[in-house]
């Protein structure tokens, strides 16, 4: 987990390595050639929010493949991954007994890895912890398109009609300091307890959070925490006048085909911003692959370009080669440059702009950073590669042995072994 106390960068800093990360983004949305995609790109460098905001509506459906009622599946040698790498990976979650309960990668919008580790199943849905946040995140945005939430410099306090106290800091917070985890709130763990077991037993938890004393001006120190993200749903159901479940529904999840999901939703109608949230791994890879697309979905702009493009800019240092956005991990320091969604016990959502790809992890406690480490290689070119039967075959029997289903292939070699054994049974008879 993220360090406490790390300082802010200014505002002039926010940028990161911003202009790598969109020219991926744009990478996905343009034109292969011509000039409004070199233009578009040459803008990329000077001003990556204004260039994000750019990208042409009528670019978005072409020749994209959009799986809002289920994915297209491809072998990874047609998308360019190298199977035999898929294969060991797997092979060595299993040596290590590496507590992860899913496994998905997403190439050129086709899924070439979709792998489920018993007791965890296909079809079953997985809380996502802290990703959550980043779907909070985006609600935001849409909110701001409806024109139902005003801009995230709007002061907290006066919005939701809260008592600030005596501290003059705290009428200075707004929902961009809570979405960057920089609102300056008292965060600190008590009696052995965190904030997040302090809030929940509390009746009114955005109460809670809102009434916590401010140990750091605002903006100026990241702190990560759960009760900044429960202030922005709070937010969200006074705004929106529903609950931020339910304006996902219709807002977010809806557009995306995501049928099978819930949400944990307080008394005051305030869902768990910061968590909670129960998503398939295969739902999960497509908000990945919303994020991967500027945030389009087809022809309709879900989360607006320019939001997206603000939330995947740094607002705060975490440590070196780490930036925090609005609820996102930036990862300026990584080749290839990538972000995340990123959840406890290692629920994650990583996208790689310039590979064009989206990979998701669920599990039950594990580093994802060590299997992400695994499949780093896999990518080999940006085109198909030559068939690999042999390795594919492989990886489909060892995507079936972890889910405890032996494939045909198995199934097929342990009948051969079978025959075998009975041949020489009964030659020594």
């Not at 050129?108 to 079953?124: C, E, M, Q, T």
């Not at 500027?294 to 607002?315: C, D, F, I, K, M």
């Not at 070119?381 to 039967?389: I, M, Q, T, V």
């Amino acid at each position: 987990m993220p360090t406490r106390g790390c300082r802010a960068p200014p505002r002039a800093r926010a940028l990161w390595s911003c202009a790598a990360l969109v020219a991926g983004l744009l990478a996905n949305a343009l034109p292969a050639a011509g000039s409004e995609a070199s233009a578009l790109q040459r803008l990329a460098s000077v001003d990556p929010r204004a260039a994000i905001a750019a990208v042409p509506l009528s670019n978005a459906g072409d020749d994209i493949s959009w799986p809002t009622d289920g994915w297209p599946v491809s072998t990874p040698e047609a998308q360019g991954i190298d199977s035999a790498t898929l294969a060991n990976a797997l092979v060595q979650i299993h040596a290590h007994r590496i507590p992860i309960h899913s496994l998905l990668i997403v190439r050129h919008g086709r899924i070439v890895l979709d792998s489920y580790f018993r007791p965890f199943a296909d079809g079953r849905t997985h809380n996502v912890y802290s990703v959550t946040k980043s779907v909070t995140s985006m609600l935001v945005g849409i909110a701001q398109a409806t024109h139902e939430l005003p801009g995230v410099d709007t002061p907290v306090y006066a919005l939701l009609s809260a008592g600030t106290g005596d501290d003059p800091r705290k009428p200075q917070i707004t929902l961009a300091h809570l979405l960057s985890m920089t609102s300056g709130l008292d965060c600190r763990p008590d009696g052995g307890e965190s904030l997040l077991q302090q809030m929940l037993r509390s009746r009114h938890l955005a109460a809670f959070m809102l009434d916590r004393p401010i140990e750091a001006d605002p903006g100026t120190v990241f702190d990560y925490c759960g009760g900044n993200s429960e202030v922005v749903s709070a937010v969200l159901t006074k705004t929106t006048g529903t609950s931020a479940f339910e304006f996902a529904r219709r807002e977010l999840f809806a557009p995306l085909g995501i049928t099978r999901v819930s949400w944990s939703t307080d008394g005051d109608r305030v869902s768990h911003g910061w968590g909670d949230l129960m998503l398939q791994p295969r739902d999960m890879a497509k908000l990945g692959y919303l994020w991967l697309h500027n945030g389009r979905w087809g022809n309709r702009q879900v989360v607006p370009a320019e939001y997206l493009a603000e939330a995947l800019t740094s607002h705060a240092s975490v440590q070196p080669g780490i930036e925090y956005g609005y609820g996102m991990w930036l990862y300026p320091g990584h080749t290839p440059v990538d972000f995340e969604a990123n959840g406890s016990f290692g629920q994650r959502i990583t996208v790689i702009p310039s590979l064009d790809m989206v990979e998701v992890t669920t599990g039950g406690g594990f580093d994802a950073n060590e299997v992400a480490r695994m499949i780093a290689a896999a990518p080999k070119s940006d085109g198909a590669l030559a068939a690999n039967p042999e390795a594919n075959t492989r990886l489909v029997t060892l995507v079936a042995e972890a889910a405890g289903t032996p494939s045909l292939a198995s199934l097929s070699m342990r009948l051969r072994h079978r025959a075998g054994h009975a041949l020489i049974v009964a030659a020594n008879r």
